[in-house]
């Protein structure tokens, strides 16, 4: 895709010495697994297990910085001080960087000298989402498109994020963390461990967010799916004719006749990725 700043991204950095310890037991991924030039999907959970917050963590810029969506960066900052109670860290906004992506296709990059100064990675969730850059917004090439066509990409593949999962509303498997790469199984304690730990191992995650479709603008979220006269899901996210819906898959499986939201006749798209288990 054409390079583009992600505008509705934000920074949040976390420094100190107890930086790494302190969010290592608090979100779903393994900071063990981090390393310079490669980043991490992980979420904070709520104790019952919900999705609260969903980022992209990397190291750069003398912290560990979080690509969080804009919308929520300061309701994730006041939940990470709230738990932050003595340890020594600093918790703060980075308004002096953006978050890009596909900055080695700008034309001025050659040779990539955006790239160079920023910390860039690839995006864990799905190999065919863009490499990312956080850098110095002062240093960036500037007049970039914006993140529509990141954002149909992503929709595309069937990767949600951010606001298409609601607030405290999905639990980490329902949602596709741990076939996104954002869930690991072999690390501590965080906060919502037990419940993620217990649906892994007995096998209770029966609803997954897949792809929803239609020839109409969709109704909003909150609208019921219906197939056959059951209910087997709702529609989470819409941007126009697409969007995000969380589905019974049981009941799926078992229903009758077309899906409809609302009055509106709808096409389920299940992502590929979904066959494809990833965390570890």
Not at 15 to 43: C, H, I, M, W
Not at 94 to 112: E, I
Not at 162 to 187: C, N, P, T, W
Not at 233 to 246: H, K, M, P, T, Y
């Amino acid at each position: 895709m054409e390079p583009a700043q992600l505008t509705d991204r934000a920074v949040l950095a976390l420094s100190g010495p107890q930086a790494r310890e302190f969010l290592q037991g608090l979100v779903t991924n393994d900071l063990g697994r981090l390393s310079p030039g490669k980043a991490l999907y992980a979420a904070l959970l709520s104790p019952q297990g919900k999705i609260l917050f969903d980022f992209l963590l990397v190291e750069g810029d003398g912290a560990l910085l979080i690509d969080c969506e804009r919308q929520s960066r300061e309701r994730l900052a006041g939940k990470l001080r709230m738990y932050r109670l003595r340890a020594r860290i600093e918790i703060e906004p980075r308004d002096q960087l953006g978050v890009f992506v596909a900055l080695a296709g700008h034309p001025q990059n050659r040779p990539a000298p955006y790239t160079e100064r920023a910390v860039t990675f690839d995006d864990p969730r799905h190999r065919r989402l863009p490499r990312r850059s956080i850098g110095a917004l002062a240093e960036m090439p500037a007049n970039l498109p914006g993140p529509v066509a990141y954002h149909a990409l992503r929709r595309e593949l069937g990767v949600p994020e951010g606001a298409d999962f609601g607030s405290e509303k999905i639990f980490a498997l329902d949602a596709g963390l741990e076939e996104l790469d954002g869930v690991s199984f072999a690390k501590g304690c965080y906060v919502g461990q037990e419940l993620t730990s217990r649906m892994k191992h007995r096998a209770t995650a029966r609803k997954r967010i897949l792809t929803v479709r239609a020839q109409a603008p969709l109704p909003a979220p909150g609208t019921p799916l219906d197939a056959g006269g059951q209910e087997i899901g709702e529609i989470l996210s819409v941007d126009g004719n697409n969007g995000f819906a969380l589905v019974r898959m049981d009941r799926l499986a078992e229903s009758t006749g077309q899906v409809t939201a609302g009055e509106i006749s709808v096409a389920l798209i299940k992502p590929a990725w979904l066959d494809q288990p990833h965390a570890v």
